[in-house]
Each structure stands twice: as C-alpha cells, then as structure tokens.
C-alpha cells in the first residue's frame, strides 16, 4: 500500500502483527552502485473509512514503513492506540509522516 502525498489513511494496526525486516531495493537504471540493504518495519493493519469504522469482512494488508516512521507509530500502538490517521508529506529530499488518533 502506498500513501500518496497529502493523503490521509486511518488505519488499525494489529499490535500482535509487527516485523522487523531488511530490505533490498532494485537497482535503478543509471546507478552506479548496488542498493544497501535497509531496515523496514512491516506492520499488519485494515483501512478504516474517515470515521474510524472497519468493515468485519475488510482484508487485512500488509504495509511497510521506514524505520523512523515505524518507531513512531509503534509508540502509539504499545500505548494502546490501534487505530491511526496517517498522513504524508513529501519534503524536498524526505518525506515526512503526521500521526494522530481520536
């Protein structure tokens, strides 16, 4: 799943569910090097609507986040907050994710 720039998603995210993995990406055309591994955080969650409801039957999906993004909402799920809005901005080199629950 990918979040687009200026999109928001609300998702719950199954506290029992979290991975961490390494990474490698292709390499891309005109790179002279090869691609370093990097360190993800897997997550397993449902999208919600914008009022925070899912749906019995919704498929659960899974959803990788850099490590910083992923320490960040792992702080609100080992808090007890399962059901977040994420919202990304892209920055001129990085991106940059908000986090919030109701």
Not at 29 to 58: L, M, T, Y
Not at 73 to 85: E, R, S
């Amino acid at each position: 799943m990918k979040i687009a720039d200026g999109e928001i998603v609300c998702l719950l995210f199954d506290p029992n569910k979290v991975e961490h993995i390494v990474v490698t990406y292709p390499k891309k055309e005109g790179e002279k090097e090869e691609p370093k591994p990097v360190n993800r955080i897997k997550f397993w969650v449902k999208q919600a609507d914008e009022n925070g409801n899912v749906q019995k039957d919704s498929e659960e999906i899974e959803w990788t986040a850099s490590e910083t993004t992923g320490k960040a909402i792992l702080k609100w799920v080992l808090k007890g907050f399962f059901l977040l809005d994420i919202e990304r901005h892209t920055l001129l080199y990085s991106d940059c994710i908000n986090i919030t629950s109701d």
